[in-house]
């Protein structure tokens, strides 16, 4: 369901890039029933998407912020291919977002080889045709 719904903001079929509502869904209807229902793996996905979006359009403010909240729920998509996708996406981030500032790179640089190792123990020692 969200995989679509990104797909049209990806075309530029959505009036704004990161926000995840068109004819088959609305995000100010869908958040609030995922919340509710404590929906982990919902959640997970509905942030997952927002922070690929977020990125792959430059609002990397808001991509952090995404994949802040994906983190939270990322209990909810473990053992699925949508963990590795966060621990690329979040370094990504990280890495779009240095600054000049030596203690930020250094604490953007130690998340970007905390994700890797996480890939790298848990993904690409398993599947290292998708994930080396």
């Known amino acids: 369901m969200f995989r679509i719904i990104s ?12 926000i995840l509502s068109g004819e088959a869904l609305q995000e100010s209807e869908i958040l609030p029933w995922l919340l509710s229902t404590n929906d982990w793996h919902g959640l997970s996905l509905f942030y997952l998407y927002k922070m690929m979006l977020g990125y792959l359009f430059g609002e990397t403010d808001a991509a952090k912020s995404y994949a802040v909240e994906c983190k939270r729920y990322l209990m909810g998509i473990v053992g699925n291919l949508g963990e590795p996708l966060f621990y690329f996406y979040d370094s990504l ?13 250094s604490a953007s640089l130690q998340l970007v080889e905390q994700n890797q190792t996480i890939v ?13």
Request: net charge negative; aromatic share 10%.
């Open 7 to 18: 797909i049209f903001n990806l075309f530029g079929l959505a009036e704004h890039s990161t």
């Open 93 to 105: 981030i990280a890495l779009a977002q240095l600054s000049q500032q030596q203690d930020e790179i």
């Open 120 to 132: 790298q123990q848990q993904w690409a020692q398993y599947a290292p045709m998708n994930h080396q």
